[in-house]
DNA sequence: ATGTCTGCAAAGCTTTTGCACTGAT
DNA sequence: ATCAGTGCAAAAGCTTTGCAGACAT
């Protein structure tokens, strides 16, 4: 699936969530997907805002950050707290489901993916009886890169 | 352990954790770390404020966050954003370490500890070449009481 | 005595909100 | 023709910073 197909089809995703809610259909908001998904790993909304400034469409953060709702709440992004105040957010369709381990040292963000996470999951819905809809798991420490540095 | 030797012993640390660092024991540190340590679950910084604000100590709020700092360093407290940008603190010393479930209803936290989170933490750090200090893992849900309330 | 730490207030940053105008339905 | 959505700017909320005075060493 290239990247013009990628882009029909979340926005086909996006339109009938925003049909289903009985939301409007505005330019702004297919712009901002559009943007969203032509880029790749992790962004906060001021880089959105400028890169969108910058380039074909002008939008408002106001409309940014109502439009970053709506995107998650129809599973097309998801938001991230990497222990900073700024939400860092990424698309999620047809990207494999991952989780991410944060070097302190360096800030470089790498990602991978455990089955455990799951089974974790089902017991932990099942012992305390609540319907799981999402998880985040983060690990901190040092990468290797970071590691060598410092015995230098 | 009681609470008066636990205050006693989280002192200690938080002492020895000065010294090393060459910094000052100001009794306004001390009066903070005993005041964590008398809260039970989760606080943000605010409430600390208004709470020790009340009571018998007076402390700034640059005070208190940079103490923070200083607490979670030495790893007698935690830091959590629970998806909101106001991060929450939690005692550590003599708690069983645990992992969080939140109610995306009622926001209600709750605690489990399962051990095959260190397991995918091993896996991790051995196969992207890490050394792990911490993780943080926080499942989002319904539980059983808001369940009940929607089907109302 | 020295220089770190504190307190206060101001500033900084991200995010939210109010309001008038625009445009999707 | 409606009224939800947008843009702008102001406000809000948490956190950091600058600076003068206080105090631990």
Redesign the pocket.
């Known amino acids: 699936m290239g990247c013009k197909e990628i882009q029909a089809t979340v926005r086909q995703i996006f339109s009938n969530y925003i049909e289903k809610k009985g ?7 297919f712009a901002i997907l559009d943007e969203v998904y032509a880029r790749t790993g992790h962004f ?3 880089t959105l805002y400028i890169q969108m400034k910058n380039a074909s469409y ?6 940014l ?3 970053m709702d709506l995107l998650i709440d129809c599973g097309l992004i998801v938001k991230h707290q990497f222990g900073k ?3 860092q957010f990424e698309k999620t369709y047809r990207c494999r489901q991952h989780d991410h381990i944060i070097c302190t040292s360096c800030g470089k963000v790498e990602e991978y993916c455990d089955p455990r996470v799951h089974e974790i999951e089902n017991t932990v819905a099942q012992v305390l009886d609540y319907t799981i809809t999402k998880h985040s798991l983060y690990f901190y420490g040092i990468c290797s890169d970071c590691r060598k540095k410092n015995k230098t």
């Open positions: 939301l409007r259909k505005t330019p702004e908001r906060d909304v001021e002008q939008v408002s953060r106001a409309t950050y109502n439009t105040n700024i939400a």
